[in-house]
């Protein structure tokens, strides 16, 4: 017999093959941001507004930038959440903040949560979310509006309307970026 009859077989039967290892959990901690985090976030909110349509930003946000945004979330007493994985890594964010600057609009609010590239698709946006809306309510929310782009962010449209949002308007051709008009699509939901 020839030698080249003899090769190994490139890959064993289903039922020979070793069992492979269950994939590593997914593990994390949500707690309240700090000052310390603000790098981190930034990077983060960077990398959207460098590679997608879900920010409308074109430019990158500066740390002082996100440190007045911080200090003045904090001053309402709104919730600024990030999510750490044990060894410490800020894996995502998430804050409510107010949506309108006039008085009659206080207890009315834009939520945002953005999730690092290495996070998504792991269920960290709806931990966030749930305890997003959960501290909202406590710090006397009434309204969460959800302004989310109408192209390239359909996983955030879904996570919203399983947490109860409801479309309540569109606006389309609103933005440019990336050579390309780009609308919104708004929700809403109450926190009763």
């Known amino acids: ?87 410490g890594t800020v894996l995502g964010f998430a804050y409510v903040a107010p949506w309108k600057e006039k008085a009659a609009y206080r207890r009315t609010v834009e939520n945002s949560i953005y999730l690092g590239p290495a996070a998504t698709g792991k269920g960290l946006g709806k931990a966030l979310m749930g305890e997003l809306l959960t501290r909202a309510k406590a710090a006397g929310i009434k309204e969460v509006l959800a302004v989310i782009a109408d192209q390239g962010a359909e996983a955030s449209l879904k996570m919203h309307e399983g947490f109860g949002f409801k479309e309540v308007g569109r606006l389309g051709r609103v933005g440019f970026k990336f050579n390309r008009w780009l609308g919104t699509v708004m929700l809403q939901k109450s926190l009763k």
């Open 1 to 87: 017999m020839l030698e080249e009859e003899y090769q190994p077989r490139r890959r064993l039967p289903p039922a020979l093959r070793p069992k492979s290892p269950p994939p590593p959990t997914f593990e994390y901690s949500i707690r309240d941001a700090t000052t310390r985090d603000l790098p981190d976030i930034r990077e983060i909110y960077n990398h959207y507004v460098a590679n997608s349509t879900v920010t409308f930003d074109e430019d990158p946000m500066s740390l002082k930038a996100w440190r007045s945004k911080f200090a003045w979330v904090a001053k309402l007493g709104f919730p600024f959440l990030v999510a750490v994985s044990p060894s």
